[in-house]
């Protein structure tokens, strides 16, 4: 029998609606009104209450209750855990606003699960502990594939993650270090006015977007956090051994150079921003670190709020999109910002993306073991087909290189990008 190493605690702090609870409590809200349900596409595809929003919470609060043994299902329980998207729609169409996506996390963290492939998971860990390597070996590689050679990589590697990888890849995939020298940016300032923490999409794949997330910033005389994680692949992807070792890391180096003052953490990464918000329930069960992440949390900005708003000279011709989708349920706060700045760029041409029944996979969920994302891009795409968009801007980076992929794959003339490209646009 397969050996099952089970720690749930009941007492772990969760966001809640107001502020953060237990997350006993969080489980105990749930009415079981049914209201989520149709919300989530685990739930459309598979057509069983266990992998629905409802359904997990059950099973967890059965787990809390100690109902039911973990050993006796375990098969069943990584599937529950592994298969949700973490897409929050639940939490939207909740009248309680219960963080269930937070309980999945709780799951599979309890479960000791690993979602990713472990080579995978062993690549992400070399952005704390070896950033410059792995950027350069993703140079390498970008390299190989612009001379034709990239298929003889994926002999070599003959992965699932990295084909997929190299499926969403945008045209001219470059790492932030490259992207700087190629702009002649330097972003190492020893005063810094904010401090730029980019996703990892950014740092390895799109380092155009940093680029241009430091130009927003240059009258903040901006510092580029490299080489910092801010813990959110640990804490979605299941890997907590790291994970409170990397938020202490990075709200170190944040208090170093704030020294007391009121210093903006910003990113573009909507993922992240949530992530950075609810910093403070990583640390729950630490008053004295709780306190200071709240000092930091306080100061996080999304890229936005150093947006431009004024107006082009005429308003681009191409009707445009904008997507929302996001990890755990994105908080709303750079949302009425961002809609500003686009309606005032594109006026009548901007339309919000109204899917028929999925919401775009976000946070690299294509990258786990067992979840259809490509199959819910594909349905997206014809759902902009039919509304006949051509340009999107997603508010989640990996989102975009998801949905570009397919784009491109059906050979359709829309173009998606990151949500900081906006200012770019003439």
């Known amino acids: 029998m397969k050996k099952v190493l089970f720690s749930l605690n009941p007492l772990q702090s969760v966001p809640g609606n107001p502020g953060r609870c237990s997350l006993q409590e969080s489980v105990a809200r749930c009415t079981r009104c049914n209201g989520c349900v149709q919300s989530c596409p685990s739930y459309f595809i598979h057509k069983e209450e266990t992998f629905s929003p409802r359904g997990r919470n059950q099973i967890l609060r059965l787990l809390l209750e100690r109902k039911i043994k973990p050993a006796q299902h375990i098969d069943l329980l990584e599937r529950t855990a592994v298969h949700c998207m973490l897409c929050g729609r639940c939490t939207r169409a909740c009248a309680g606003h219960l963080a269930v996506a937070e309980h999945t996390l709780a799951l599979r963290q309890a479960l000791d699960v690993n979602v990713l492939p472990a080579t995978l998971r062993g690549v992400l860990r070399w952005r704390s502990r070896r950033p410059d390597l792995l950027a350069k070996l993703a140079g390498t590689y970008y390299f190989l594939r612009r001379i034709g050679a990239a298929r003889l990589a994926r002999l070599v590697l003959p992965l699932r993650w990295v084909k997929h990888l190299d499926d969403i890849l945008p045209d001219h995939p470059m790492t932030l270090p490259a992207a700087l020298r190629h702009a002649g940016i330097q972003a190492n300032t020893v005063h810094p006015g904010a401090l730029y923490l980019p996703g990892p999409e950014t740092a390895y794949v799109c380092g155009q977007n940093g680029v241009a997330a430091l130009r927003l910033l240059q009258k903040k005389n901006p510092r580029l956090l490299w080489g910092f994680s801010s813990g959110l692949a640990e804490q979605v992807y299941g890997d907590k051994i790291p994970l409170l070792k990397t938020a202490r890391r990075l709200l170190l180096e944040w208090e170093k150079w704030a020294q007391g003052h009121k210093l903006p953490l910003v990113t573009e990464s909507i993922e992240m921003y949530s992530f950075l918000k609810n910093y403070p329930v990583l640390f729950a069960s630490m008053p004295g670190w709780c306190t200071r992440a709240e000092a930091l949390a306080a100061q996080v900005r999304f890229i936005t709020d150093f947006m431009p708003l004024h107006a082009p000279s005429h ?112």
């Open 315 to 426: 308003t681009p011709p191409s009707k445009t999109a904008w997507d929302r989708s996001g990890l755990l349920s994105p908080q709303d706060g750079p949302l009425p910002r961002v809609q500003k700045i686009l309606k005032t760029h594109f006026g009548k041409n901007l339309v919000e993306c109204e899917y028929s029944r999925f919401p775009l996979p976000a946070g690299g969920t294509g990258f786990v073991r067992g979840c259809p994302a490509r199959e819910m891009v594909l349905e997206n795409v014809q759902d902009m087909t039919r509304g006949n968009i051509e340009q999107v801007f997603c508010l989640s980076g990996l989102a975009a290189l998801e949905l570009g992929a397919q784009l491109r794959k059906q050979k359709l003339p829309v173009r998606a990008r990151s949500v900081v490209c906006i200012p770019l646009e003439k």
